[in-house]
């Protein structure tokens, strides 16, 4: 399954009945604390706090999934915000998010780790 984002691509790599799944992070929004090509491990549901690196969803923008730096609740959702201020796409533009799951683990693009979890793209 392929979703686009904000900053191009989110490859949703392993869907199924555990709340885990691992990402393809595509774009500059995270830089420097993700970078494209990035496989992330993220826990579907888990408990978020402020700082924490999760993958969400913009109310304004329901069919793409963005991985974003969670900054404070704001309503039901949380506001958003991108590590590279000059990629943009986050709740200054878009608004609140809903906030689908939290990062657990990086596993950077050419790392053994990355190529034995996932297929090559």
């Known amino acids: 399954m392929i979703i686009a984002t904000l900053t191009g691509t989110i490859r949703v790599m392993a869907p199924g009945v555990l709340p885990v799944q691992i990402v ?3 774009g500059p929004s995270m830089v420097p604390t993700l970078h494209d090509g990035d496989r992330l491990l993220v826990w579907r549901g888990a408990r978020v706090r402020p700082g924490d690196v ?25 506001q958003l915000a991108s590590d590279n201020d000059f990629a943009g796409g986050d709740s200054r533009r878009y608004g609140p998010g809903e906030v689908l799951g939290r990062v657990l683990l990086r596993l950077p693009r050419g790392s053994l780790c990355a190529r034995r979890l996932t297929k090559p793209d």
């Open 54 to 78: 999760v993958l969400a969803r913009f109310a304004s923008l329901p069919e793409l999934l963005v991985v974003k730096r969670a900054v404070r609740p704001v309503g039901p959702g949380w």
């Open 24 to 26: 393809v992070v595509s």
